[in-house]
């Protein structure tokens, strides 16, 4: 156990230092630009947000969005190991699938995931209506709908 810490040490050096660390700026860069376009095209075309459950659409339409996100996770996916994988061959001549997958997940597709949705979801907000929250005292009614003091007339 006692080895555990300088052996983790020296492997986030030896990845997160020297040749091509642009990849950890490239990745998440690469992950958010794709999850920009897509979020746009998914507002653009009234789509829910990215992995927003929906128990009023058919069979039939659930699997043609589960295929589509799979899609879309899997171009991300490839292009971040794809990069990890040019990464441990150019600077450390091998290659780790498994670590470039873990890399890949953290540094691409979570990313990606999360701000998928975000776009939709504010891309989709309509323009120039400002939201009515219930909890907010409404200052044409006043409290509780009595007049403009909140107090009944």
């Known amino acids: 156990m006692s080895d ?7 492997f986030a050096a030896d990845r ?32 829910s ?3 927003w459950p929906s128990p009023y659409r058919s069979r039939q339409d659930r ?8 899609r879309s ?4 996916l490839a292009l971040a190991l794809i990069l990890d994988l040019a990464h441990q061959y150019i600077a450390l001549g091998l290659i780790d699938l498994g670590e470039a997958l873990l890399i890949a997940v953290v540094l691409a597709v979570a990313p990606y995931v999360a701000l998928r949705g975000l776009v939709t979801r ?20 006043g409290y ?8 009944p007339e």
Not at 22 to 40: E, N, S, T, Y
Not at 122 to 141: I, M, N, Q, V, W
């Open 16 to 47: 997160f230092d020297g040749a091509l660390h642009a990849r950890l700026i490239v990745q998440p860069f690469a992950a958010v630009m794709l999850a920009l376009i897509d979020g746009l095209s998914d507002a653009d075309q009234h789509r």
């Open 4 to 10: 555990l810490v300088p052996t983790l040490t020296a």
């Open 122 to 141: 504010f891309a989709s907000e309509p323009r120039g209506t400002p939201r009515r929250h219930a909890s907010r005292r409404d200052h044409t009614l």
């Open 63 to 70: 699997n043609r969005r589960l295929a589509s996100v799979l």
């Open 49 to 51: 947000p990215f992995l």
């Open 73 to 76: 996770i899997g171009k991300v």
């Open 144 to 151: 509780r709908g009595h007049g403009a003091g909140g107090r």
